[in-house]
DNA sequence: GCATAATTGGAATGTCAATTCCAACTTGGG
DNA sequence: CCCAAGTTGGAATTGACATTCCAATTATGC
């Protein structure tokens, strides 16, 4: 064996500051082409072009194009999270989640509304095809819903939604709206369907306050 | 010039009873195949040994596979559309809206929650890569969300929905839920995701109900 | 029945992708 | 300073894929 085919869990190899550095080089530029193109439709020698790296570096450090993928879907996870942040962790108002998904919807507007979610292109591509992005993918949605469900938790706990609210639920609903709006607008090259969706299941959410 | 490369608008060649069968049999076979692998995971040796053809059959019928990729977006919207009639057309009360829902998650739940929408997976592969693909599938989402927001439109102006009720934002939100609902459930094997997000918009398309 | 056009088979072509290999070079710890 | 390990370059291999070509076969309108 001469290269560390499963780098995340057997972390049994020492990264150089530059290798380290080359490797994340490697993740970014491949997140980059593969959200605009897909996995599929992003070859190794558009990322070796792309990244100014050779072959053998992007194989040194990922095994192989699989491990490649799997690395940039926890890089788009933390990545993605992070951007929303700090926002993502105060959802516990009405007005801090509208705040939150006008802020994806300037973004989307901003681009053009070319590209969709960069966890649900990624979901949408490779949930059947490869196991472990499925899990990972999956991963990556709770972590996302998470926050969500956590502050409209505490809107709960402070007594403002009612006890009848499933905050659970209406957080996959959220999450979904905002996947599913993301696509429309996405397909429609317009923001308009992303905000319809999301602002529709934040109304319903409303409806659960207690006044 | 020998093949008929776009084939749709300029209708300018007879097809045998025999030559229109192989067409058929072609398109359904390769959105079979696209369903699954995905469009870029679909070749056409792949195809042509699914469908028991030769090369030269898909090349003469479709021009190449982009125009084959079109073919299938307009059946698949043709079959799935038909398949949800005639509930689709009569979309004008809660209870129908649920039964049409219902009936989507029974089905994904039939498949094991492996693929999400036949339309759906489309867009997502192809409306950042293919421009005449993504009009099209625009398009499928209009003729998809038509009925839809005419059976809302029908409700309005039985009076059992509010004027307040934007019929067309709703019909949006709705399909919204579906896309994103599918592809959570998709990724996380489990239907739920899709039962709650389709849920929480019918549940507040019934707040507007006029009691 | 004939001629024209539609249909089909199957090999050939050229491109490009994923991956492997090995040799050369660099770096960090002792 | 030295060695083992990490890093890099670049060519070579293998296989698949989209597409083209041409020749053979079959159907249809007249």
Same mark, same amino acid.
């Given at each position: 064996?001469?290269?560390?085919?499963?780098?995340?869990?057997?972390?049994?190899? &020492? *990264?150089?500051?530059?290798?380290?550095?080359?490797?994340?080089?490697?993740?970014?530029?491949?997140?980059?082409?593969?959200?605009?193109?897909? @996995?599929? $439709?992003?070859?190794?020698?558009?990322? !070796?072009?792309?990244? $100014?790296?050779?072959?053998?570096?992007?194989?040194?450090?990922?095994?192989?194009? !699989?491990? *490649? @993928?799997?690395?940039?879907?926890?890089?788009?996870?933390?990545? !993605?999270?992070?951007?929303?942040?700090?926002?993502? /962790?105060?959802? /516990?108002?009405?007005?801090?989640?509208?705040?939150?998904?006008?802020?994806?919807?300037? =973004?989307?507007?901003?681009?053009?509304?070319?590209?969709?979610?960069?966890?649900?292109?990624?979901?949408?591509? *490779?949930?059947?095809?490869?196991?472990?992005?499925?899990?990972?993918?999956?991963?990556?949605?709770?972590?996302?819903?998470?926050?969500?469900?956590?502050?409209?938790?505490?809107?709960?706990? =402070?007594?403002?939604?009612?006890?009848?609210?499933?905050?659970?639920?209406?957080?996959?609903? *959220?999450?979904?709206?905002?996947?599913?709006?993301?696509?429309?607008?996405?397909?429609? &090259?317009?923001?308009?369907?992303?905000?319809?969706? @999301?602002?529709? @299941?934040? /109304?319903?959410?409303?409806?659960?306050?207690?006044?």
């Amino acid at each position: 064996m001469s290269a560390p085919a499963k780098a995340e869990e057997s972390k049994g190899q &020492r *990264l150089t500051k530059g290798g380290r550095k080359t490797r994340e080089r490697i993740i970014e530029t491949a997140a980059e082409l593969m959200f605009h193109h897909g @996995v599929r $439709g992003t070859s190794i020698p558009d990322i !070796q072009a792309a990244a $100014g790296v050779s072959a053998s570096q992007i194989y040194h450090y990922f095994g192989d194009k !699989q491990g *490649l @993928v799997l690395a940039v879907i926890d890089h788009q996870t933390d990545t !993605q999270l992070a951007r929303q942040r700090p926002l993502l /962790d105060s959802l /516990d108002s009405i007005e801090a989640l509208r705040e939150w998904c006008d802020r994806a919807g300037n =973004r989307q507007d901003a681009r053009g509304c070319e590209g969709g979610c960069e966890i649900g292109s990624l979901a949408s591509e *490779l949930a059947d095809s490869d196991q472990s992005a499925r899990t990972s993918l999956a991963s990556a949605f709770d972590r996302w819903e998470g926050p969500i469900r956590s502050g409209l938790a505490r809107m709960q706990a =402070r007594g403002e939604l009612s006890e009848r609210a499933d905050t659970a639920a209406l957080a996959t609903a *959220l999450l979904a709206a905002i996947q599913g709006g993301m696509l429309l607008s996405q397909v429609r &090259r317009s923001s308009t369907a992303y905000r319809q969706a @999301v602002s529709a @299941v934040i /109304d319903h959410i409303e409806s659960y306050l207690v006044r």
